[in-house]
Nanobody, 116 residues
Framework: QVQLIESGGGSVQAGGSLNLSCEVAERIFHPISIMGWYRQPPGKECEFIANIISAGSTNYAASVTGRFTISLLINKRTTTLQINSLKPEDPAVYYC?????????WGQGTQVTVSS
């Protein structure tokens, strides 16, 4: 079992920025192959946002390309999601997801809202 700790959510004005972080909470003995982010807007399905492969390649949903940036810290256990130019459609619960030894694990979610 892999526990993920997310942080960085909050309320930001439209056009503002946030940085979300997701860290593997405990010691692991194998490399994490994929770390990524999903989000679930109110009343909608969960959707893919971005992921990063252990070698460094990244993938983004079209809706966030150019505004969001996913990174993998040098410790290979922490991923960040930089959110810029926040839009009205961005508020959601953001979930971290990792693939480790063939299984997928989810964080508890962190809320992002847009303040008026």
């Amino acid at each position: 079992q892999v526990q993920l700790i997310e942080s960085g959510g909050g309320s930001v004005q439209a056009g503002g920025s946030l940085n979300l972080s997701c860290e593997v909470a405990e010691r692991i003995f194998h490399p994490i192959s994929i770390m990524g982010w999903y989000r679930q807007p109110p009343g909608k399905e969960c959707e893919f946002i971005a992921n990063i492969i252990s070698a460094g390649s990244t993938n983004y949903a079209a809706s966030v390309t150019g505004r969001f940036t996913i990174s993998l810290l040098i410790n290979k256990r922490t991923t960040t999601l930089q959110i810029n130019s926040l839009k009205p459609e961005d508020p959601a619960v953001y979930y971290c997801n990792v693939r480790y030894t063939g299984d997928y694990y989810w964080g508890q979610g962190t809320q992002v809202t847009v303040s008026s």
